[in-house]
């Protein structure tokens, strides 16, 4: 025993010892540095599918309640005792969807280049421009199995003179107006549009020459023309109304003169020759002007080519014409 006491107080045994403690501080951290071998993983549970039982239990709709019968009730015994209370019932009520509203109708179309067929009203003189061109529409202009221009229709252009046609032209601006016995009556549509001639024989329906020409044609009388002979032939009976007239003899200071008798067989005879020397006057300015004289005659067939789309939302029609408009007719 002294002998290990000695040994590990000696410098060699303190050697051995420090030497001891440094080998078990070396192993001690082998150890941990060394994995740790992994724990096995638990298993999940098994989950066991428990049923379902599903239980739906239907629902008597409440039927409805009668209509209330106004009945005289009876008299209590007791009026202070309270009437018990009758469980109030539901009627069954259904909510129909509300209508809808069905569209607003689509005015009728018709594509660009319609040829509207018309008739003149009013006599044209090539110098009387300033007469308006006022025609009736004479067949009903139809596109996609609707009706887009009734006929009895007026369209209303202004007059132009085709001095190289020798013709009357209109092209620009026209108003057609609805002249129909239902709601559409007094409506206006304003339209681009230009003459051309009709020239379409009414027994075999077969087209002349001229018939899709533009401007209209009508009774020329030119310079060179043996028509002019109706000129000097107005100028004659303007000159001999005068010698048809009544009068009678009078003396004056020149001597015996003729007095025209004031009665209505000379009012009228001179009326009538004022009337042809002033037309027989316009037929010469107007031949010294253009060299023809042009006068279309009411009842002359047109076309009105139509030089855009037809569309009848763009019509429109005074707001006093709109309140007095006959219903439309089925």
């Known amino acids: 025993m002294k002998l290990d006491r000695d040994f590990f107080t000696s410098p ?42 599903l239980t739906r239990e239907g629902v008597r709709l409440p039927k409805p309640a009668p209509p209330p019968v106004a009945a005289v009730a009876p008299v209590a015994a007791n009026p202070a005792a309270p009437a018990p209370a009758r469980p109030r019932e539901l009627p069954l009520v259904l909510f129909a969807a509300p209508p809808e509203t069905p569209p607003a109708p689509v005015p009728p179309t018709a594509p660009y280049g319609r040829l509207i067929s018309c008739r003149t009203v009013l006599a044209l003189e090539s110098n009387r421009l300033e007469t308006p061109i006022i025609g009736l529409v004479t067949e009903d202009v139809w596109h996609a199995g609707r009706r887009v221009i009734p006929a009895g229709a007026e369209v209303h252009g202004r007059a132009a003179l085709d001095r190289a046609r020798e013709r009357i032209a209109a092209q620009g601006v026209w108003r057609i107006v609805w002249r129909t016995p239902d709601a559409d009556n007094g409506t206006e549509l304003a339209v681009d549009g230009l003459v051309l001639d009709r020239d379409v024989d009414p027994a075999t329906g077969a087209w002349g020459e001229s018939d899709g020409s533009a401007g209209l044609r009508g009774q020329i009388v030119r310079t060179s023309d043996d028509r002019e002979l109706k000129l000097f032939a107005a100028t004659f009976l303007a000159s001999a109304t005068g010698a048809l007239q009544d009068s009678r003899l009078t003396t004056g200071l020149l001597g015996e003169a003729s007095v025209p008798v004031s009665s209505a067989r000379n009012a009228v005879l001179a009326g009538s020759g004022a009337v042809l020397r002033n037309y027989a006057q316009e037929l010469r ?24 789309t037809l569309d009848r939302s763009q019509a429109r029609r005074a707001p006093a014409l709109a309140q007095t408009a006959a219903p439309s007719h089925p």
Do not use: M, N
């Not at 403690?21 to 071998?37: D, I, N, Y």
């Not at 031949?287 to 009411?298: M, Q």
């Open 285 to 308: 300015e107007s031949i010294a002007r253009d060299g023809f004289y042009l006068r279309v005659p009411a009842g002359k067939s047109f076309y009105l080519y139509v030089t855009q």
């Open 12 to 53: 060699t045994g303190q050697v051995v010892l420090v030497a001891a403690v440094l080998l078990l501080g070396v192993l001690a951290v082998r150890w941990q540095r060394q994995p740790q071998p992994a724990l096995p993983a638990a298993k999940p549970a098994p989950v066991v599918a428990l049923p379902k039982t």
